[in-house]
T-cell receptor
Framework: DVKVTQSSRYLVKRTGEKVFLECVQD?????MFWYRQDPGLGLRLIYFSYDVKMKEKGDIPEGYSVSREKKERFSLILESASTNQTSMYLCASSLQTGDVNTEAFFGQGTRLTVV | GQSLEQPSEVTAVEGAIVQINCTYQTSGFYGLSWYQQHDGGAPTFLSY????GLEETGRFSSFLSRSDSYGYLLLQELQMKDSASYFCAVSPTRGKFQFGAGTQVVVTP
């Protein structure tokens, strides 16, 4: 079974702190994603990585950065946490087969609260 | 830019059939997918349509019309456990998934 593991289920951080959210997948997938999920807004793409050290901005990259130094690990960084970044953060990975985007496998999510 | 539209909520009784529509506008298209998410859980993959037509997986079917930028998910023989949020997701570029706001399906006895 594919496993996508996020380092924390719940996190509470203070405004202005630098926050690291870690995600590891064990199936050698090329693609990895960070989404945030807010009620009524669905899943919004923050960043997408299609290979080691390669990244693309999603719809809402402001205030975030990412790092992918190894294929299995994709980190989301909040440079200076703000209260409007309180949300559920979901990491996902997928295998790229030619031009076909195969299914995305999600981690269990990190509920981040910024106070 | 990209946009996806799907209804916010659908209510139906056990045993009924529910259709969730999804219309999209994207600059490119590499497929339409559907995901299910129960409260407190992670989204899980249901189906994928890369070409026009119907894909059937047990009680769930998904349809795509690329010329109409439209797809739907059909849930048949509804069960209480089907109460969940359902998301359509479009791939506007190779590798990327962009999700709609989700449809809450409420199944009543």
């Amino acid at each position: 079974d594919v496993k996508v593991t996020q380092s924390s289920r719940y996190l509470v951080k203070r405004t202005g702190e630098k926050v690291f959210l870690e995600c590891v997948q064990d199936m050698d997938h090329e693609n990895m994603f960070w989404y945030r999920q807010d009620p009524g807004l669905g899943l919004r793409l923050i960043y997408f990585s299609y290979d080691v050290k390669m990244k693309e901005k999603g719809d809402i990259p402001e205030g975030y950065s990412v790092s992918r130094e190894k294929k299995e690990r994709f980190s989301l960084i909040l440079e200076s946490a703000s209260t409007n970044q309180t949300s559920m953060y979901l990491c996902a990975s997928s295998l790229q087969t030619g031009d076909v985007n195969t299914e995305a496998f999600f981690g269990q999510g990190t509920r981040l609260t910024v106070v | 830019g990209q946009s996806l539209e799907q209804p916010s909520e659908v209510t139906a009784v056990e045993g009924a059939i529910v259709q969730i529509n999804c219309t999209y506008q994207t600059s490119g298209f590499y497929g339409l997918s559907w995901y299910q998410q129960h409260d407190g859980g992670a989204p899980t993959f249901l189906s994928y349509n890369g070409l026009d037509g119907l894909e059937e997986t047990g009680r769930f079917s998904s349809f795509l019309s690329r010329s109409d930028s439209y797809g739907y998910l059909l849930l048949q023989e509804l069960q209480m456990k089907d109460s969940a949020s359902y998301f359509c997701a479009v791939s506007p570029t190779r590798g990327k998934f962009q999700f709609g706001a989700g449809t809450q399906v409420v199944v009543t006895p």
